[in-house]
């Protein structure tokens, strides 16, 4: 018969491993409408949406959207490409603003596949992201955040 601390042992390290593993978690990728803008690395990726990056070779200054603050879409995007909290991202977002180094993405109202692709449409250089089963038929998937 197993022991009570054998079935402790094996029942704490299931519960840390499943917590570890992000299960919940939604697969984002992000992409745009622009077919000149490169695949890019995740390293890049986290440069762009934490303002410590603004353009990209060979098409220049990008313009990124965003989901709305209190959204849990953005809280989940952001932990998994920064490993960053909703706050933590609002702060390096408003210190660059204020210092005038970057422009925080474009939060949108509708965040909608239609109100996504209209965005990308009216912005030359848009990249957005959204959970893989919202994103629009016609775009160049840039990365995959998992």
Not at 88 to 98: E, G, T
Not at 112 to 141: C, F, H, M, R
Request: a positive charge; aromatic letters at 10%; glycine letters at 4%.
């Amino acid at each position: 018969m197993l022991s009570r601390r054998f079935i402790l042992c094996i029942s704490l390290f299931l519960a840390i491993s499943y917590a570890n593993a992000g299960y919940g978690e939604q697969t984002f990728v992000i992409f745009t409408l622009n077919h000149n803008i490169p695949e890019i690395s995740r390293a890049k990726a986290k440069m762009l949406y934490t303002g410590k990056l603004k353009s990209i070779k060979p098409v220049g200054r990008v313009q990124l959207m965003d989901w709305q603050h209190n959204s849990s879409e953005r809280a989940s995007f952001y932990r998994q490409l920064a490993n960053k909290t909703t706050g933590q991202i609002n702060s390096l977002w408003a210190s660059a603003a204020f210092s005038g180094k970057a422009k925080p993405p474009t939060p949108l109202q509708d965040t909608t596949s239609a109100a996504i692709t209209q965005w990308l449409q009216d912005q030359n250089n848009g990249i957005a992201y959204a959970p893989q089963e919202d994103i629009p038929v016609n775009s160049k998937i840039l990365l995959i955040v998992k």
